[in-house]
C-alpha cells in the first residue's frame, strides 16, 4: 500500500486507536464508535477498516490487502481478550457485527450484518450461555436472513417481488398464527433457519457458509461492494459524493436488545428534527434487534415511554446524550441498544434536520452559550432558508375541509410545510407525472432506498408507516421536502392503485394535500398562503412576537449583518416586488428592468407605435405617451427604496420581442393599429434577426434611436426630482447595457447627463444619481480601465457574460449541457453558479482594470447568479461591493456573504 497509515484501527476498553478528526480513513460511523469510546461513552469493542483498504479493494480487482487477514485476526483477538468469549467457540461464541460507514451517512444505502459467527455448533454455546434458545434462533434466524439478502445478493429483484426470504417468514408467523415475529417460539425460529438454508441453496445454488471466518470476509467484501451498488451510485450522483473515497468497514462486537423484555433498541435525536424544538426525540422497541426500529415491522413507541419500562436505562441514555451534544456542539442522532438493562450506544452522527431545525438549533445552541453566533451562521446551507418561505395551508380552507368530512387521518409532521398534488405510488410514476407538469404527492407503506428520484421529484411524501426515523422522514429532511409519515390509518393497495382508509378511497390521479407542520392528511385541494416568516416580513396577520421561528430567523440575518462585506441588492421592476425585497432587508435594487414595464396594459400599443413610427417624429409621439407611464413607475419603486439605490437599466431587449410573430396575430394587429398587413408584415421581417442575443439591442438601441433614452432618462429624472420636492432622498443609478467600448457609453451618457441637468433645473432641486454600465460582453472586461473613464458603477450581467464567455446560448443548452455536467466536463451548470475559471477570470480583469482607472468605482452584480450562494462567496473573494438577486433570495444571499466573510476571516 501507498499509504503508511495503518490498515485497521481497534476501540474498546474507553480506548480508542481512531477520534473524530479521522472521517476520510475512518468513516463516519467509524470516527462516532471510537470517539465515543474515547469519552467515556459505553460502545460494545470492535475495530474499523479503513476507507483506504476500500481503494485498494477497487485497485486490485477486488482483492484485500496480503497482510490484512493477519491484521483482523489480531484485532479479533483484541476483542476476544476484552469480553472472554471467541470467535466460533462453540461454548461461548463471540458475535459480530459487520457495519459500512463513509465518509458521509447514506442513509439505508449500504448494509449492515448482525450477529455474525453463528452456525449451528456456535448456537448451542449461545444457548448455554444464555441459557435462551429463542434469543438464540431469533439471533440465527436474523443472521442467515441478513447474510442471504447482503453477501448472497438474495434482495427481491423487482419491486413486485417480495424477499424469498421474507415470504418465508411471512408463511411462518400465518402458519402459527401471529402477528409478529416477536411472537415466534424457538422452535419455530429453528426451522426457519433450516428453511431459509433450504431456499438459499435452491437460488443460490451453493451451501450457507458455516466457517465464520468466511462469513467475515464474505460480509466485508459485500460492505465494499455495497460502495458500487445502483442505489449508492444514484445516491451520490444526487448529492454529489465523489465515487472515490469508499466506504470504511466496522465490525464491531454484538450486544443484544433481543434477550427478554429488559432489552430494547431504539433510535434518538437530541433535538426535534423537524422543529428543533429542544426536546429528546426517538423511538424504541422493546424486545427487538438492529432495524426493526425503523423498518416499521412493529411500530415503535416513543422514546419518553422508555422512562417506564427502563428508568435507570433511560436516565442513562438522557445523561449520555447531553454529553455527545456538549462534545459535538450539535444535535446528535444516535442508535443505542439496551441488553438485560444496560445501555450500549452504537451510533453517533450529526442530525440531519429541517432548514426550520437548522436555524432554531443553531440560534438556540448560541443562547445556551455552546456555540458562537459565527459557528452558528457557518452551519446553516443558505438554500435552506428557502423552506421558511415555503407556503402553508390556509387554515379557513382547511377548517372547511376538516368540517366537510376531508380529513383522511394523521400522521408524523416530518417535513414541515404545506404540499398539495395527485397521488402517485411509485417512484417512477412520480418522476414521469413530474416531467408531464403534474404536481404529486408521493403515496407510500414505506420508502426505500429505490424511491430517492420519485421523492425528489414529488411536491410532497406520505407514508403509512414509520416514524420520524423512517426513511421516509430521514431524507425528506435531507431534501427539505414535506412530508407525513406514518400515517396509520391509510391503506394503500398498490395492485389496485388506491390509498383507503375508513371512510374514503383515493385513486392514482386523485388530488391529497398533506401537511408537514401538523401530519394532517386531507382528500383534495386546500388553498395556501404565505410562509410564517413572509406573513410576518410583509406585516400581514401574524405579528414577530407570535411566530418563534420568526425571532431567531431575524437573530440569525442580524448576526450576517453584522460580519458580511457584501451588500445585498435586489432584482426588481414593481413596487410590491421592491416591497418584499425591503420587507428582507434587500439594501437597494440592483436591477430593475425597463422593458417589463412596456409589456404591461396598453403601454405596449405605444411601444409598437414607436416602432412602426417611420421617422424621429413619429417615434416622439409614442414616446411622450409612454413617459408619464414609466415616470409614474419609477416613481413607485425609488418611493419604496427611499435613499437606497435604485439601479435602472435603460431598454434592452430587441425590438421584435415587442412584435408578433405568427402570421394571424400579425393581421389582427394590423387592424387594432389601423396599418397595413403588409407595412406590419415588412417591419416584422425587417427587424428580424439570426441571433437576437447577439443582435440589435442593449445600448445599440439607444444609439440608433437616441429618443428612447432620452424618454427614459427623463421619467427616471422627473420621479426623482417630484420625489425630491416631496423632501424624499430617491437615489437612481442609470445603467446602461451591452456596452463594449467607452465611445458607445460615452454617448449614452451624454444624453444622459443632459436629461438630468435640465430636469433637474426646471424642477429647481438637485438629486443624487449616478450613471454606469452593465459589463457583460468579454470586450468589456478587456477595456474595462477605458470603460470606467465614464462609467461611475459597473454592474455585471452575468447572464450575459456567460453566455458570450462561453460561447453558449441559454436557451439552446439545455439539449447538452446536463450532459456536461453530469459528465464532468463543467464543474456545475454555469448559469447557476459563475464559471469561476472563465468567466470568473474575466470579471476579475474588470474588477482590477476599472478600479484603476477609477477609485471606489461601485462593483455588483446582477445576473441570475447573485443568488447563487457559490457565486455569493466568489464575488466576496473578487471584492464586489454588492450582489443582486431576486427578491426571495436575498436572505440566502446575505448568509452566503456572511459566510464568505467568515471563512475569508477562519
Ligand atoms: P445503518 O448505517 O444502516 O444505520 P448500522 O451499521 O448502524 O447501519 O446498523 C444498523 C443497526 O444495527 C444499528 O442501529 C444497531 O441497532 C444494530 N447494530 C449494529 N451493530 C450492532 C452491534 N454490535 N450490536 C447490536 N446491534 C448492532
Ligand atoms: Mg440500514
Ligand atoms: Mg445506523
Known amino acids: 500500500m501507498a499509504s503508511k497509515k495503518k490498515p485497521i484501527y481497534f476501540f474498546g476498553n474507553g480506548k480508542a486507536e481512531g477520534n473524530a478528526k479521522m472521517r476520510e480513513l475512518l468513516g463516519g460511523k467509524g470516527t462516532g464508535l471510537h470517539e465515543m469510546t474515547r469519552i467515556g461513552v459505553p460502545v460494545p469493542p470492535g475495530f474499523t477498516i479503513s476507507t483506504e483498504i476500500c481503494a485498494f479493494y477497487y485497485a486490485h480487482r477486488r482483492r484485500f490487502p ?75 434466524r436474523r443472521f442467515v436472513q441478513m447474510y442471504a439478502d447482503v453477501v448472497l445478493g438474495m434482495k427481491a429483484s423487482s419491486k413486485a417481488d417480495t424477499d424469498p426470504l421474507v415470504a418465508i417468514l411471512e408463511r411462518k408467523k400465518n402458519e402459527c398464527r401471529v402477528q409478529f415475529d416477536s411472537e415466534l417460539k424457538a422452535t419455530n425460529l429453528q426451522e426457519l433457519v433450516e428453511e431459509y438454508k433450504a431456499e438459499i441453496k435452491r437460488r443460490v445454488g451453493k451451501a450457507f457458509p458455516e466457517d465464520p471466518f468466511e462469513q467475515l470476509w464474505g460480509a466485508v467484501g459485500a460492505v465494499f461492494g455495497s460502495w458500487n451498488n445502483d442505489r449508492a451510485l444514484a445516491y451520490r450522483d444526487l448529492y454529489h459524493i465523489p465515487h472515490h473515497w469508499g466506504t470504511a468497514v466496522n465490525v464491531q462486537a454484538m450486544v443484544f436488545g433481543n434477550l427478554g423484555d429488559n432489552c430494547a433498541t431504539g433510535v434518538a435525536f437530541t433535538r426535534d428534527p423537524a422543529t428543533g424544538d429542544k426536546r429528546f426525540y426517538g423511538e424504541f422497541l422493546v424486545n427487538a434487534q438492529g432495524e426493526d426500529v425503523v423498518a416499521g415491522i412493529r411500530t415503535p413507541k416513543p422514546i419518553a415511554e422508555l422512562g417506564d419500562a427502563m428508568p435507570r436505562a433511560f436516565s442513562q441514555l438522557q445523561h449520555v446524550c447531553a454529553l455527545l451534544e456538549k462534545h459535538y456542539k450539535d444535535m446528535q442522532d444516535i442508535e443505542f441498544t439496551i441488553e438485560n438493562g444496560k445501555l450500549w450506544m452504537l451510533q453517533t452522527r450529526t442530525g440531519k434536520r429541517t432548514g426550520f431545525a437548522a436555524i432554531r438549533i443553531a440560534v438556540d445552541l448560541v443562547e445556551e452559550r455552546i456555540i458562537s453566533k459565527q459557528e452558528a451562521l457557518l452551519r446553516i446551507e443558505p438554500d435552506q432558508l428557502n423552506q421558511l418561505l415555503r407556503p402553508i395551508f390556509d387554515q379557513k380552507d382547511k377548517d372547511r375541509s376538516s368540517k366537510e368530512g376531508r380529513l383522511l387521518g394523521k400522521g408524523l409532521a416530518a417535513g414541515p410545510g404545506a404540499a398539495t398534488g395527485r397521488v402517485v405510488f411509485h417512484a417512477d410514476d412520480a418522476v414521469e407525472w413530474k416531467k408531464r407538469g403534474e404536481r404529486v404527492v408521493l403515496c407510500r407503506e414505506e420508502t426505500s432506498p429505490d424511491d430517492i428520484s420519485g421523492m425528489d421529484a414529488a411536491q410532497g411524501i406520505l407514508t403509512a408507516r414509520g416514524g420520524m426515523t423512517s426513511h421516509a422522514a430521514l431524507v425528506a429532511r435531507q431534501m427539505g421536502k414535506v412530508c407525513v409519515a406514518g400515517c396509520e390509518a391509510l391503506h394503500i393497495d398498490y395492485n389496485a392503485r388506491m390509498l383507503r382508509v375508513e371512510r ?57 449583518d453584522e460580519v458580511r462585506k457584501l451588500g445585498v441588492r435586489t432584482n426588481a421592476d414593481q413596487p410590491d416586488q421592491a416591497a418584499i425585497a425591503k420587507a428582507f432587508g434587500s439594501e437597494g435594487i440592483g436591477l430593475c428592468r425597463t422593458e417589463h414595464m412596456f409589456f ?78 403588409e407595412l406590419l408584415r415588412d417591419k416584422v421581417n425587417v427587424l428580424q434577426e439570426f441571433n437576437p442575443m447577439l443582435g440589435h439591442r442593449g445600448c445599440r438601441l439607444g444609439i440608433s434611436y437616441p429618443e428612447i433614452t432620452e424618454m427614459q432618462a427623463q421619467a427616471i429624472f422627473e420621479a426623482a426630482c417630484e420625489l425630491r420636492r416631496e423632501g424624499k432622498n430617491p437615489f437612481p443609478e442609470v445603467m446602461i447595457p451591452l456596452v463594449g467600448s467607452r465611445q458607445e457609453l460615452h454617448e449614452q451618457r451624454v444624453i444622459v447627463e443632459r436629461v438630468a441637468r435640465a430636469t433637474m433645473k426646471s424642477y429647481g432641486v438637485k438629486v443624487r444619481y449616478l450613471i454606469g454600465t452593465m459589463i457583460e460582453l468579454p470586450r468589456a472586461c478587456m477595456v474595462a480601465d477605458d470603460i470606467a473613464r465614464e462609467a461611475e458603477f459597473f454592474s455585471f450581467g452575468t447572464n450575459d457574460l456567460t453566455q458570450t464567455c462561453l460561447g453558449l446560448s441559454r436557451d439552446d443548452a439545455g439539449k447538452f449541457l446536463p450532459h456536461y455536467v453530469l459528465q464532468g466536463l463543467l464543474p456545475d451548470d454555469p448559469f447557476v453558479s459563475i464559471d469561476q475559471e472563465g468567466v470568473g477570470a474575466l470579471m ?16 455588483g452584480i446582477c445576473g441570475e447568479h447573485g443568488g447563487d450562494p457559490k457565486s455569493v462567496a466568489f464575488c466576496h473573494e473578487i471584492k464586489l461591493d454588492y450582489v443582486s438577486c431576486s427578491p426571495y433570495r436575498v436572505a440566502i444571499a446575505k448568509l452566503a456573504a456572511a459566510q464568505a466573510a467568515l471563512r475569508g476571516t477562519i
Open 844 to 859: 476579475r480583469i474588470a474588477v482590477a482594470k476599472g478600479r484603476k482607472t477609477r477609485k471606489g468605482l461601485e462593483m
Open 600 to 677: 404591461q396594459g396598453d403601454r405596449i400599443q405605444a411601444v409598437r407605435e414607436m416602432i412602426l413610427a417611420d421617422d424621429e417624429a413619429g417615434r416622439r409621439r409614442a414616446l411622450a405617451k409612454l413617459l408619464p407611464m414609466q415616470k409614474q413607475d419609477f416613481k413607485g419603486l425609488l418611493e419604496i427604496m427611499g435613499r437606497l439605490p435604485v439601479t435602472i437599466r435603460t431598454l434592452d431587449p430587441p425590438l421584435h420581442e415587442f412584435l408578433p410573430k405568427s402570421d394571424d396575430a400579425i393581421v389582427e394587429l394590423a387592424q387594432v393599429m389601423g396599418v397595413s398587413v
Open 66 to 140: 496480503r497482510d490484512l487477514e493477519k491484521q483482523v485476526a489480531r484485532a479479533l483477538g483484541r476483542m476476544e481478550k476484552t469480553l472472554g468469549r471467541r470467535f466460533g467457540d462453540a461454548h461461548n461464541p463471540l458475535l459480530v457485527s459487520v457495519r459500512s460507514g463513509a465518509r458521509e451517512s447514506m442513509p439505508g444505502m449500504m448494509d449492515t450484518v448482525l450477529n455474525l459467527g453463528l452456525n449451528d455448533r456456535t448456537v448451542q454455546g449461545l444457548i448455554q450461555c444464555t441459557n435462551n434458545p429463542r434469543f438464540a434462533y431469533d439471533s440465527y
Open 504 to 560: 374514503a378511497e383515493l385513486k392514482e390521479g386523485d388530488w391529497i394535500s398533506i401537511d408537514g407542520s401538523t401530519g394532517e392528511v386531507f382528500k383534495g385541494e386546500i388553498q395556501t398562503l404565505p410562509s410564517e416568516v413572509l406573513q410576518v416580513l410583509l406585516g400581514q396577520s401574524l405579528d414577530a412576537k407570535q411566530s418563534r421561528i420568526f425571532q431567531k430567523f431575524a437573530r440569525l440575518m442580524k448576526w450576517a
